[in-house]
């Protein structure tokens, strides 16, 4: 269980960006967080990775205060990040980010499986190197894929919708599904996607650094859909 108690978090200068973020998120749930932009959705993801520091707050994870632990401490207690902006590493080829991101070398039908699971026919990529040469889709799919292939015990991924093909986000939306089902891990999921909302457990809704709304997605969903001001996020405006 993810446990987040008064998370605050301020930019050079004191302006608050994450005021007082309470919540809890229950072991095997996919929970999606949402919003309009600029709400603090992947500040407060930073927050829980370890990728900025908590100005005040406590973050407890399966019993344990991991509020001082860095990034790489966080990583090793399993949890995963998947950025919204992806991070091209020089010099490493998929095979290897994968291999690094799974703890252990990859057979090509398990690095075919990972890829696939993003809609990458793995032969074609998997001795290709993390380079300028790979479309920014290509790199976002395959950093999805290695967090996937991390099988952390959390795992955040922030927009996965973003700069994916249709056809991929469904195979992508499948996995979080199977994820879900087979109680592999608790999914976190920064999303505006219709389809994203529509297989959540629960909802939340970070707005101006603050919690809006939590709670199933029986009672948050119909509530973002009533709101034809999309005060929240534009449902089912935005293409995968
Ligand atoms: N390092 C930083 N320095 C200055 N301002 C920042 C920094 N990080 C975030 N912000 C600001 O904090 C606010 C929240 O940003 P954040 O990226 O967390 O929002 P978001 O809800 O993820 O938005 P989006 O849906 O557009 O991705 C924004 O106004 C952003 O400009």
């Known amino acids: 269980m993810m446990q987040l108690e008064h998370l605050a978090w301020s930019i ?24 309009p932009n600029g709400g603090g959705k992947t500040s407060l993801a930073k927050l829980i990775a370890g990728i900025t520091p908590l100005k005040s707050g406590k973050i ?28 091209r590493f020089k010099g490493l080829r998929v095979r290897d980010l994968l ?11 398990e690095l075919c499986q990972w890829l696939g699971r993003v809609g990458l026919c793995a032969n074609e990529y998997i001795d290709r190197e993390l380079s300028a040469s790979l479309s920014g889709g290509e790199i976002k799919r395959i950093e999805i894929a290695s967090v996937l292939a991390r099988k952390a015990r959390f795992s955040i991924f922030d927009e996965p919708e973003a700069g994916i ?8 939306v499948e996995t979080f599904e199977d994820i879900r089902r087979s109680k592999a891990g608790t999914l976190m ?11 959540a457990d629960e909802i939340v809704v970070v707005a101006e650094g603050r919690v809006r709304a939590a709670g199933p997605k029986d009672e948050i969903l ?16 935005e293409e995968a």
């Open 165 to 172: 093909d249709l056809w991929s986000f469904s195979r992508l």
């Open 222 to 237: 119909p509530m973002l859909l009533a709101d034809e001001k999309a005060v929240y996020c534009p449902l089912g405006k």
């Open 189 to 199: 999921i920064i999303s505006h996607q219709e389809r994203i909302l529509a297989i």
């Open 99 to 109: 291999e690094l991101a799974a703890g252990h070398p990859l057979d090509e039908g």
């Open 12 to 35: 050079q200068g004191g302006v608050e960006i994450i005021k007082d973020i309470d919540l809890v998120v229950p072991d095997g749930k996919l929970v999606v967080v949402t919003g």
């Open 60 to 87: 407890v994870f399966d019993g344990e205060d991991i509020t001082a632990l860095d990034v790489t401490e966080r990583a090793q207690k399993g949890i995963a990040f998947a950025f919204q902006q992806p991070v």
